[in-house]
C-alpha cells in the first residue's frame, strides 16, 4: 500500500464529510436549491475518487507508472472538478466574482476524472 496515496485519500474523504455536512445544514439558508444540487455533485464526485484513491493504493506496491498518473488524475479531478463546483454553489454568498469564470475549470476536472479511470483499467491490466 501507498502511504501517499492512502494519507490523500483520508484528508479528502474526511473533507468530503465536513462539506457534506456543511452543505446540509449551513448553505441550507444561504443558497437556492439548485446551489445545493450543484454542491452535492461536487461532494458526491469527491467520495467517489476517495474510493478510488483507496482502491488505486492496492496496486501502488508495484511501482507502477500509471498508478503514479492516475492518482494525480484523481486527486487534481477532486480539486478541479468539485473544486469548482463548491465556488459556483457558493458564489451569491461569497461575492467571487471569479467564480463565473470556472465554469470551464469543472469539465477539466471531468476529464482528469476519466483519464485517471483509464489509467487504472492499464494498471489493472499490467498487474500480475
Known amino acids: 500500500m501507498n502511504k501517499r496515496i492512502i ?7 474526511a473533507v468530503a464529510v465536513i462539506l457534506g455536512a456543511f452543505g446540509a445544514h449551513g448553505l441550507k439558508n444561504l443558497v437556492d436549491a439548485a446551489s445545493i444540487d450543484v454542491w452535492k ?8 475518487h476517495v474510493f478510488a484513491l483507496l482502491y488505486l493504493s492496492t ?39 471569479f467564480a463565473a469564470a470556472l465554469g470551464p475549470v469543472t469539465p477539466i476536472g471531468g476529464l482528469l476524472f476519466i483519464f485517471g479511470w483509464i489509467m487504472l483499467f492499464f494498471a489493472a491490466l499490467k498487474d500480475k
Not at 494519507?7 to 474523504?13: P, V
Not at 498508478?67 to 454553489?89: D, E, K, P, Q, R
Open 7 to 13: 494519507l490523500t485519500a483520508a484528508f479528502l474523504g
Open 41 to 48: 455533485k461536487g461532494v458526491e464526485y469527491q467520495f467517489y
Open 59 to 97: 496496486f501502488a506496491r508495484y511501482r507502477n507508472k500509471l498508478v503514479n498518473i492516475a492518482y494525480f488524475c484523481f486527486t487534481f479531478g477532486i480539486v478541479f472538478f468539485s473544486g469548482s463546483l463548491y465556488l459556483l454553489a457558493t458564489r451569491s454568498v461569497t461575492g467571487l466574482g
